[in-house]
């Protein structure tokens, strides 16, 4: 993958300008991967408009040296990270107003932060790395499609063993082990195997449920290449055709996420985004029946910026990767939700997880 991060920390240094911060300490884990490269579980960084500190414990010694390389200057305490801060913190004389992440540091840090004793002051700032990270780099593309194909070629190894009878986790676990035997890395979130009226549960907790026939089977999963994940939702029918009902109810999700993916393009804003879909479920008689959101941006973590969502006046910028995941529930009944990564392009949208999306039956 093409280094990038200089560019990355050129762009922040010069929102840090705009902000009238000196420096900006990034404690969410995400943002540190994304500016240094550095992807252990314990670490800070302190980027200054000439430098970057890095800040981690012994278990990263050897792996922050790797990975970050000459781009940061690395401290190592294992006693604490904001110690080890207030005592190299005076090497930086020019620094006086250092911005944090308000939506990460604890009350108890921020306290110390906020400590009017010290020579800093700290004060709060809102998605500064994360603004920058909504619209991705030909390589991230190229990242979260190959996660991407990972997970939906593990989705057809699988989908064959699938029948009547199997438990929820036994269908997790098939579906888990093909991920990484496929390459995942890791699952960027647990998986969700929700079968018959389970399904009507967005985000159900897999279980011992086993499926019986003619219920719906609904997967919701991921997987992850270089840091960057995928985020796919199919569900089928087991062991027999659908109903009346079952037929009406699939058809108005899938037409409702192909509007969506045909009509999306960077400049709407979140809301007009979502209304691709919802307006037509709506009108289908189902409005109350789909009540999250279209779909949220995909990267780093499985859910970031843009948001498609009702609440969301922002604009969709060009380069975003967003998940188009319409869906129906009634309880008692099921659920159905397709779920797709797509690419918003100056040329209009690219799927990045490409599977057979029209109504299927297992087993």
């Known amino acids: 993958m093409i280094d990038r991060r200089r560019e990355r920390l050129d762009a922040l240094r010069r929102r840090l300008s705009e902000e009238g911060l000196d420096a900006l300490l990034v404690s969410y884990g995400a943002n540190v991967r994304y500016l240094t490269g550095f992807s252990g579980s314990s670490g800070i960084a302190l980027v200054t408009p000439a430098d970057?500190?890095?800040?981690?414990?012994?278990?990263?010694?050897?792996?922050?040296?790797?990975?970050?390389?000459?781009?940061?200057?690395?401290?190592?305490?294992?006693?604490?990270?904001?110690?080890?801060?207030?005592?190299?913190l005076p090497d930086y004389p020019s620094v006086a107003v250092i911005g944090f992440?308000?939506?990460?540091?604890?009350?108890?840090?921020?306290?110390?932060?906020?400590?009017?004793?010290?020579?800093?002051?700290?004060?709060?700032?809102?998605?500064?790395?994360?603004?920058?990270?909504?619209?991705?780099?030909?390589?991230?593309?190229?990242?979260?499609?190959e996660a991407g194909r990972v997970a939906t070629s593990a989705l057809a190894e699988v989908t064959p063993l699938l029948r009547v009878g199997l438990t929820e986790?036994?269908?997790a676990a098939l579906l888990e082990a093909a991920l990484r035997r496929g390459g995942s890395e890791a699952h960027p979130f647990d998986t969700i195997v929700a079968s018959g009226p389970r399904a009507a549960l967005p985000h159900a907790r897999t279980g011992g449920r086993a499926v019986e026939r003619g219920e719906w089977l609904l997967l919701d999963f991921g997987a992850q290449w270089d840091g960057y994940?995928?985020?796919?939702?199919?569900?089928?029918?087991?062991?027999?055709?659908?109903?009346?009902?079952?037929?009406?109810?699939?058809?108005?999700?899938?037409?409702?996420?192909?509007?969506?993916?045909?009509?999306?393009?960077p400049g709407l804003t979140g809301r007009e985004g979502d209304a691709l879909a919802r307006d037509p479920i709506a009108a289908a008689g189902f409005a109350e029946e789909f009540a999250h959101s279209l779909g949220h941006g995909l990267g780093l973590e499985v859910h970031e910026a843009p948001r498609l969502s009702r609440a969301s006046e922002q604009p969709l910028p060009a380069g975003a990767?967003?998940?188009?995941?319409?869906?129906?529930?009634l309880p008692g009944w099921g659920g159905v939700r397709i779920e797709d990564d797509i690419l918003l392009g100056d040329e209009g949208t690219t799927v990045l997880t490409e599977f057979p999306r029209e109504l299927v039956v297992l087993g």
């Open 169 to 171: 986790c036994e269908v």
């Open 321 to 329: 990767v967003v998940t188009v995941e319409p869906g129906v529930y």
């Open 229 to 265: 994940c995928a985020d796919v939702t199919r569900t089928f029918l087991v062991g027999a055709a659908p109903d009346r009902r079952q037929r009406e109810v699939y058809d108005v999700v899938s037409e409702a996420q192909a509007a969506a993916i045909a009509r999306l393009r």
């Open 52 to 88: 970057v500190l890095l800040l981690t414990d012994f278990r990263y010694r050897s792996q922050a040296v790797e990975e970050v390389g000459d781009l940061a200057r690395v401290e190592i305490d294992d006693a604490s990270l904001l110690d080890r801060l207030f005592a190299v």
């Open 101 to 145: 992440e308000a939506h990460v540091v604890t009350v108890r840090d921020g306290a110390r932060l906020g400590d009017p004793a010290r020579q800093w002051r700290f004060t709060p700032t809102s998605d500064l790395v994360e603004s920058l990270r909504a619209v991705k780099a030909p390589e991230e593309v190229a990242a979260i499609r």
